[in-house]
């Protein structure tokens, strides 16, 4: 079976937020902040469980995401030993028989921010969300990627870098989506650093990328 390597991503240190996120929709073991975590995506989808077993079985890893769809699958695995999550990393591209320069590069599908939220539209959002509540008045940055799994790393670095509210986050399907709400100027700083964080990414372009 031929296995495409879509999100191959390292995250250094979860941020509060995020984790908790994580802790409350994922059905795996929960990280806690401040640890170090691993998404990968891969196509097809059913192949994810031989990842999640070469990965647990070479390392002390423990996993909170696996996503299993027709088309891509999903893994999370963290430990608080960065090694550990480092060496599971290794662990899965051994078994891959690929290199970290052979996942795709990722693009931003989509980047906007909404200012000023109107109360109907912050009603909306809230409705359908796992996260904090935006409230009205707030400002919404809303991102799209392109695999899916970068969007944890893009959540992740906007996290760090401004003071603002994790609406919801889903890292696997088509594409990945983000919203974030808090003051304008602290959404503005988000969505630069969530937006820097994916052009930082370096991979093989997929056939059909296109440049937006």
């Known amino acids: 079976m ?24 994922a059905r795996g073991f929960l990280p ?23 990965a647990l079985k070479a390392t002390s890893v423990a996993p909170a995401l696996q996503v299993v769809e027709r088309a891509y699958g999903l893994l999370e695995v963290h430990h ?10 290794r662990a899965i591209l051994e078994f891959l028989g690929l290199k970290e320069e052979q996942r795709l590069k990722p693009r931003v599908a989509t980047n906007q921010v909404i200012r000023a939220v109107e109360p109907y539209q912050a009603q909306i959002i809230n409705r359908n969300s796992a996260g904090m509540m935006i409230l009205p008045g707030q400002s919404l ?61 370096t991979g093989q372009m997929p056939p059909d990328f296109v440049d937006k």
Not at 2 to 13: V, Y
Not at 18 to 24: D, H, N, P, R, V
Not at 80 to 89: C, H, I, N, Q, T
Not at 149 to 170: D, H, P, S, W
């Open 2 to 25: 031929s296995i495409a390597l879509r999100t191959f991503t390292f995250l250094d240190s979860l941020q509060p937020q995020l984790a908790s996120f994580i802790g409350k929709t």
């Open 32 to 54: 806690v902040p401040e640890v170090a975590s691993l998404f990968v995506e891969i196509a097809p989808g059913i192949a994810i469980n031989r990842v999640t077993d070469v």
């Open 80 to 89: 608080e030993d960065k090694g550990e999550v480092l060496s599971a990393g």
């Open 141 to 201: 940055f809303i991102l799209e990627t392109d695999p899916a799994g970068y969007v944890t790393f893009a959540a992740n670095e906007a996290e760090k870098a401004a003071r603002v509210f994790l609406v919801n986050i889903q890292p696997f399907g088509a594409f990945g989506r983000l919203w974030l709400s808090g003051p304008e100027a602290e959404i503005d700083a988000a969505a630069e650093a969530a937006t820097a964080a994916i052009e930082s990414i």
